[in-house]
């Protein structure tokens, strides 16, 4: 970058800065964003009211009703009016599209078995449950803990913002240390999916029911809701890509994807609640952090902006390791009889993520362009 694209640069950060200094401080309680639980839902309701019964009977007990084909009765490629009506209408109130997404499946799914307990997988449960037994349950709650381990980057996130609207580097360079050390827990409680989850029922069962019918081969005509249309609609099964962390670490480092990439993860964000679309929203109209560090000349802004950049990278390497357990070491101890009495996904889901994607090409090619952002000397 040459000096008239600095000072340009400079200018126009001024002006935007300007702009924001309004606004701050920017916080999380306008989305609706919890300071101790970030973008999970603090405490969600495992009742109810006693209208809600005949529902929460079903909730109860889909393991069972599922595994016996109860649930299955009239649902083939069509859902039941007397389903489709209420839970459309729902989705349309919440603002997310009537299938299970990342919001219902792991941020609004779980308690505290005691309540004054720690929020530790010891003292977790989940609210509803779906076929998949205890590797089911651990790889909500080992999700729901990623997710809480990112709770200090959400608040340095915030930090970081108001920091350059503030031109303070020394509180920047606080907030970009915290966000580095946050990204670094993600990574650990990731790494407890091993203790808790089985690749075999991961891949044989727990995937099907996250598999959504868009992008899906096995289902490539989606799915009519009787009542609502009589053309199918399709609609992505729950994703990591549903998740605001990474969203919003992404736009605050100014991590840029390659086309195809960004398409689908814009998508992704149709799958989140509106406040939290909202937020990325915010973040994105913020000044650049990384225009801001370019542009200060500080050598330990820019290494610390690069620590955070490379743990980011290393997060969703690990997530890439992840994957290659649960979807191809599953699928081989699912052939071999691990689980011979169950049918397994249909083969056209073998490469591919419940968000509809190819799953590899995807998580590296993201992985690769998230350390593209790192700031090399030349810069």
């Known amino acids: 970058m040459d000096k008239f694209d600095v000072t340009s640069t400079m200018g126009d950060m001024e002006a935007q800065n300007m702009k924001l200094k309004n606004s701050l401080p920017f916080s999380l309680a306008k989305f609706h964003i919890s300071e101790d639980y970030g973008f999970l839902l ?16 079903i ?5 069972l009703m599922i595994e016996s084909h109860q649930l299955r009765v009239r649902v083939d490629k069509v859902l039941p009016r007397n389903l489709a009506l209420p839970f459309v209408e729902v989705s349309q109130t919440l603002g997310i599209p009537p299938i299970l997404v990342h919001s219902d499946f792991v941020l609004s799914n779980w308690k505290k078995k005691d309540p004054d307990g720690p ?6 449960d989940i609210i509803v449950s779906l076929p998949g037994g205890e590797s089911l349950k651990g790889f909500i ?63 044989a ?18 799915l009519i809701y009787e009542g609502v249309s009589e053309e199918p609609l399709k609609y992505s099964g729950g994703s990591a890509a549903q998740s605001t962390v990474f969203h919003a670490f992404d736009e605050l480092l100014g991590v840029c994807h390659s086309k195809e990439s960004t ?60 994957v290659a357990k649960y979807v191809l070491t599953g699928a081989t101890k699912a052939k071999d009889g691990g ?38 000397q030349c810069d």
């Not at 929020?119 to 977790?124: G, P, W």
Request: aromatic share 8%; glycine share 4%; net charge negative.
């Open 42 to 57: 603090p405490d969600p309701l495992k009742e109810l009211s006693h209208y809600y019964m005949p529902w929460m009977e």
């Open 59 to 63: 909730a109860n007990n889909l393991p």
């Open 119 to 124: 929020l530790e997988i010891r003292n977790l």
């Open 141 to 203: 709650l080992v999700t729901l803990l990623v997710e809480k381990a990112a709770v200090p980057g959400i608040k340095a996130l915030t930090q970081a913002i108001n920091a350059v609207l503030q031109s303070s580097e020394e509180e920047l360079l606080q907030a970009l240390k915290q966000l580095r050390t946050s990204i670094v827990e993600m990574i650990k409680a990731l790494r407890q999916m091993h203790d808790y989850v089985d690749p075999a029922i991961f891949y």
């Open 205 to 222: 069962v727990i995937r099907i029911f996250l598999s959504g019918w868009k992008d899906n081969p096995a289902i490539p005509e989606g």
């Open 263 to 322: 398409a689908f993860l814009h998508r992704m964000r149709e799958y989140m609640p509106p406040s939290h679309r909202a937020f990325i929203e915010e973040i994105h109209s913020a000044p650049s952090l990384r225009e801001y560090i370019l542009s200060s000349g500080s050598y330990l802004l820019r290494e610390t902006y690069n620590q955070c950049v490379m743990a980011l990278a290393e997060l969703r390497s690990y997530h890439i390791n992840i």
């Open 339 to 376: 689980l011979s009495s169950l049918p397994g996904p249909p083969q056209a889901l073998e490469e591919r993520g419940t968000g509809g994607t190819a799953v590899f090409n995807f998580l590296k090619s993201v992985r690769d362009t998230t350390m593209e952002g790192i700031i090399k």
